[in-house]
């Protein structure tokens, strides 16, 4: 397949492989991987072969062959490849959402596609439809002639936008585009929370970013995230704790400090929680192993592996 064909062109192995293609990157994985914690982006994240879960929160997610799962807002979860082979590894894309190009599409559909109205899960799993795989397979095969990416690729993409807003879950993806949708405000808080994970954030001031009162807010926010604000900021911070003690072998101490922890105890429990193991333990094995990629800075800017 198209898919496989670029990951051997582009050195073959196992991985995440980026494309000329903005927003497009391929997977593929000859194992069963074990749960790691990542930041999602905005995204179809699409099994081609194989399977994948993602936990959130409360809530797990399967998704398998011609599913995707379908992320809204940014947000940390537990991934992991759960069927994966070396005759048939895992192979994986994600396109990440123009919500521009979403919102474009959406104003041109009729009102017999009208949004939700309420706020859903920030998460689900759509079935593929054959317009939209066929969609994917052209965006794939595209990268063989890179001529044609800045020729075709913008259709293609209107076309994807138009088959998921007006296939079953059309009201979720056109809540995911609204301007001013529960989704969207909701992601605009999201914005202050990483950027100032490392500092005391209050509810007051979060729901003011979204536009809510502070109990509307807090509903919102744990109906799409499955986890409260506060768990949202501890997560992130727990994370850039790992990069910076695996990335940059800043210490225990370090790492807790420059996350917003005044506890190195505090930090220690919460993070063995989280991660399974204490901190210098978890960051001694991972350095012994080859390290992970994707692994995105709460504040910064690098792509996330899906």
Not at 67 to 73: D, R, S, T, W
Request: proline share 7%; net charge neutral.
């Amino acid at each position: 397949m198209a898919l496989e064909h670029y990951i051997e062109a582009s050195g073959g192995g196992d991985g995440v492989f980026p494309t000329p293609i903005e927003g497009l990157a391929l997977m593929k994985t000859s194992r069963e991987v074990l749960p790691h914690h990542l930041i999602y982006k905005p995204a179809l994240c699409i099994a081609v072969q194989g399977s994948k879960q993602v936990s959130l929160g409360d809530r797990v997610f399967d998704y398998t062959e011609m599913q995707a799962l379908v992320v809204g807002v940014e947000l940390p979860a537990f991934g992991r490849v759960t069927q994966a082979s070396a005759t048939e590894p895992y192979l994986g894309m994600t396109v990440e959402f123009d919500v521009g190009v979403m919102r474009e599409v959406m104003e041109q559909l009729d009102a017999a596609h009208p949004p939700r109205g309420d706020v859903g899960s920030a998460v689900f799993v759509e079935e593929l439809s054959a317009p939209v795989v066929d969609c994917l397979t052209r965006l794939v095969r595209m990268l063989a002639t890179p001529m044609a990416i800045p020729v075709l690729q913008p259709s293609v993409m209107r076309e994807i936008c138009f088959w998921l807003l007006t296939g079953p879950h059309g009201g979720e993806f056109r809540e995911l585009a609204l301007p001013n949708g529960h989704m969207q405000r909701i992601a605009d808080a999201i914005y202050i929370l990483r950027r100032n994970f490392s500092r005391p954030i209050r509810i007051k001031e979060l729901a003011a970013a979204a536009r809510m009162s502070e109990s509307s807010f807090h509903q919102h926010f744990r109906g799409l995230m499955s986890m409260t604000p506060l768990q949202y900021q501890k997560q992130l911070r727990l994370l850039e704790a790992r990069r910076l003690m695996v990335a940059e072998g800043e210490n225990v101490m370090q790492a807790a400090l420059q996350v917003g922890y005044e506890s190195p105890s505090q930090f220690s429990r919460e993070y063995a929680r989280m991660f399974g193991t204490p901190p210098k333990r978890d960051t001694m094995n991972a350095l012994q192993k080859p390290r992970a990629t994707g692994v995105k800075r709460p504040g910064g800017t690098e792509r996330t592996a899906r």
